[in-house]
């Protein structure tokens, strides 16, 4: 009951439990509210249902976000969706990225993206790929063959195409590569005419068989010569080794 004052009665006011949901909710639907308080963790939103959302500083934006914060105040109106509800605990889970939105999460290896390059480092280049963050573009990965410098294949402002190699999401770090999405170079191919095949041909022969000086001839004369004596030699020792077992197996055959 109501309770007058000053003779003016005073219209009853219905007061709502401030853990209670008084409006039907669901999980993806867009909701609009104000920030009311903010934590290291996250930021609790009105949305007008008598309990405060949630909105976890991972989904407060597509980048990297330290503390709420850094990009929310008390009393800023906000645009969210509802990421999950526990009925039991009567809690409600916010995003603030757009359902639509490409972020890490959905980034795989292998997939190929478009961007637009931001900044240019002696080792790489960064490019800027819509999902809050920048993929890194290593030089070795930016063109076939050796590249001296990054600034002599990209330039601020161009718009590339690049393969994704490799996503950290947990430290928001994405390998990119330009290299994997350009077709393989064609071998160089040189052409040769009729007639200085037979000259190439030639030039091989001569490179193989080189011809010998005066000195290395009589060398190799004297080495063969070397050798024919030892054979000499050798073949004299034979003979003398039979000879004497000859005169020895004749000597005891005529003492028996």
Do not use: C
């Not at 219905?14 to 993806?28: F, Q």
């Not at 920030?35 to 407060?60: N, P, Y």
């Not at 280049?125 to 063959?145: L, Q, R, T």
């Amino acid at each position: 009951m109501s309770e007058a004052v000053n003779g003016v009665q005073e219209p009853e006011i219905k007061v709502i439990p401030p853990k209670t949901i008084v409006r039907k909710l669901a999980v993806g639907q867009e909701v609009h509210g104000r920030v009311r308080r903010l934590a290291d963790f996250g930021a609790f939103i009105d949305i007008g249902v008598g309990t405060d959302a949630l909105v976890h500083v991972s989904e407060l934006s597509q980048k990297r976000v330290n503390k709420p914060k850094d990009i929310l105040s008390v009393g800023d109106e906000v645009t969210g969706w509802i990421k999950s509800l526990d009925k039991d605990r009567n809690r409600i889970s916010l995003t603030l990225i757009s359902p639509d939105t490409v972020t890490i999460r959905d980034l795989k290896t292998g997939q190929v993206v478009k961007g637009t390059i931001t900044r240019i480092e002696k080792y790489g280049a960064f490019a800027d790929i819509g999902i809050g963050y920048d993929g890194m573009i290593h030089v070795k990965e930016m063109a076939h063959g050796y590249v001296t410098q990054p600034s002599d294949v990209v330039a601020i402002g161009q718009e590339i195409e690049a393969e994704v190699l490799k996503v950290n999401r947990r430290r928001g770090q994405i390998d990119l590569s330009m290299r994997a999405v350009m077709p393989e170079p064609e071998a160089e191919v040189i052409e040769v005419k009729e007639d200085e095949v037979d000259d190439l041909v030639v030039e091989e022969i001569e490179d193989e068989e080189p011809e010998l000086t005066a000195f290395e001839m009589a060398m190799m004369k004297a080495q063969k010569g070397q050798g024919k004596k030892g054979r000499k030699r050798k073949k004299q020792w034979y003979d003398e080794m039979e000879e004497e077992d000859d005169f020895i197996g004749r000597t005891l055959s005529l003492a028996d």
